[in-house]
């Protein structure tokens, strides 16, 4: 079944959901949520069956030919090749709205992210509510346990650990709230358990999950790598939100949060910023704000501003044939002269011999 756009994945949630109730409702005994018969008797059901629809809880068929234990509980941690097929950095799933779920962890980063309704979230008999919405990071290897109430449309993005680490940059924007928090998990004696990220629940972050969830489930050409744009737009449109709320296991000092004002505003209005732009908008003194500079990178606020002018640089350098100059006007330097001077002095080499090396055509 080829499945077209958002608005028939949507549809396709909602039914599952009112499927889950239906399955509770109906079913002639009580069942036990932690025994994996449950699941195969949900997905032998007529509609699950016959329209392929189990795909969206997980990418292989759970049959008993699979050889899993009786109990979720004792499949320890629920490695990558179970949820993610080879060839993706993620996967998409539902979570089953149903009761007495079984505490677990994985081998992946679980990205929890409600659509509609609520859930609650269990982390080392610690509680969390979230609600329309609403993301949770849950880090691999820390067990948990998420119960969405019926109705609610919840899902998961499975992400491998290979691709955090190697893109977590460019996925999460250097934001210092996101970056601890990944860089932390990423330590052999980790103690960060959760990363909640409360949003104003906006139709464009709900479209762009919906669009990962088609993309995943169609697995056309080129799948992959659209699904990691839309989770990188997913994550510019949650970002750039000023009431956007991070809360986490780990708190993030007060002088990174104010380094961060610093860097988005200066990433933002790279081409005309500088000391007294920047110490006006974030209402602090010009040298306290070379003081959180400083503290922050070791490095003077002069020359993080020139880093980011130079980053700019570098990208059109790589992908476009625009003139030096034309190049030197966009990014926020005088004349070109004055830019092949600081590049030099940086890179170790001129603008043309950079693009030369990386961008050939």
Not at 37 to 57: D, K, P, V
Not at 60 to 69: F, G, Q, V, W, Y
């Amino acid at each position: 079944m080829e499945i077209k756009g958002t608005d028939q994945i949507y549809h396709i949630l909602q039914n599952l959901s009112n499927l889950e109730m239906a399955f509770l409702d109906y079913s002639n005994n009580n069942k036990d949520f932690v025994e994996y018969h449950t699941y195969i008797e949900y997905f032998n059901s007529y509609a699950i069956r016959n329209h392929n629809l189990s795909r969206f809880y997980f990418p292989i068929a759970i049959t008993p030919e699979l050889n899993l234990p009786k109990y979720i509980t004792d499949i320890g941690t629920v490695p990558e090749k179970l949820n993610i097929p080879p060839g993706y950095d993620y996967a998409m799933a539902k979570q089953f709205n149903f009761p007495g779920g079984a505490p677990h962890s994985c081998e992946y980063y679980s990205l929890f992210y409600i659509i509609e309704g609520k859930a609650e979230v269990t982390i080392k008999n610690s509680q969390f509510a979230l609600f329309q919405g609403d993301f949770i990071f849950i880090p691999p290897h820390v067990q948990y346990m998420i119960t969405s109430v019926p109705e609610s449309i919840c899902i998961c993005f499975n992400l491998k650990c290979s691709f955090v680490t190697a893109q977590y940059s460019d996925i999460f924007h250097d934001d210092k709230r996101l970056t601890t928090f990944l860089m932390d998990s990423l330590n052999e004696n980790n103690q960060m358990n959760y990363l909640i990220i409360r949003t104003n629940a906006n139709e464009i972050i709900k479209d762009l999950a919906l669009n990962c969830f088609a993309e995943y489930i169609n697995q056309n050409k080129y799948a992959n790598n659209i699904m990691k744009n839309c989770l990188s737009l997913i994550f510019t449109y949650v970002l750039r939100d000023e009431n956007t709320q991070i809360e986490s296991s780990i708190r993030v000092s007060q002088n990174d949060l104010q380094y961060q004002r610093i860097i988005d505003y200066l990433k933002q209005n790279y081409q005309f910023a500088s000391l007294n732009s920047t110490a006006e908008y974030v209402h602090y003194t010009k040298q306290y704000v070379c003081k959180i500079v400083k503290e922050a990178t070791g490095k003077t606020f002069n020359t993080v501003l020139i880093e980011i002018h130079l980053a700019i640089v570098c990208q059109y350098l790589e992908n476009s044939d625009f003139s030096l100059e034309y190049i030197s006007e966009l990014c926020g330097f005088s004349v070109s002269s004055h830019l092949s001077r600081v590049f030099k002095e940086h890179y170790g080499m001129t603008p043309s011999a950079y693009r030369k090396a990386h961008n050939p055509h």
